[in-house]
């Protein structure tokens, strides 16, 4: 039992830094000002998660716009990690 609870409270951890990620790919994209209250909160918490890899890929300038390829290549990632954890989580501590 508390074990499926505490795999909840990582799934939603990881969803919702999954979702800081893809903002933060929406709102380079676009261009958005860091000035701007609610992007400098997206960009701090994903600074923090992408410390490692934003220094080794840069955000890769398009026609105006630009892709924040560390992100793209965080969001992945996690993705894989909060993938691999589950199952070897639910493996030995969740009885189904």
């Known amino acids: 039992m508390l074990a ?12 919702l830094i999954e979702m ?6 929406i709102l380079k ?4 000002s860091g000035s701007s209250g609610l992007v400098a909160f997206v960009y701090d ?13 840069p955000t890769l300038p ?3 716009y630009g892709i924040d390829s560390a992100a793209v290549v ?3 990632a ?6 691999i954890f589950g199952k070897i989580f639910k493996l030995f501590f969740v009885a189904e």
Not at 45 to 57: N, S
């Open 4 to 15: 499926k609870l505490l795999l909840g409270i990582i799934k939603t951890a990881a969803n």
């Open 20 to 25: 800081l990620f893809v903002a933060r790919i």
């Open 29 to 32: 994209f676009l261009n958005a």
């Open 45 to 57: 918490w994903t600074d923090y998660f992408l410390g490692p890899v934003l220094q080794i890929f």
């Open 62 to 64: 398009t026609i105006g």
């Open 74 to 76: 965080g969001l992945v």
């Open 78 to 83: 996690y993705a894989l990690a909060y993938l």
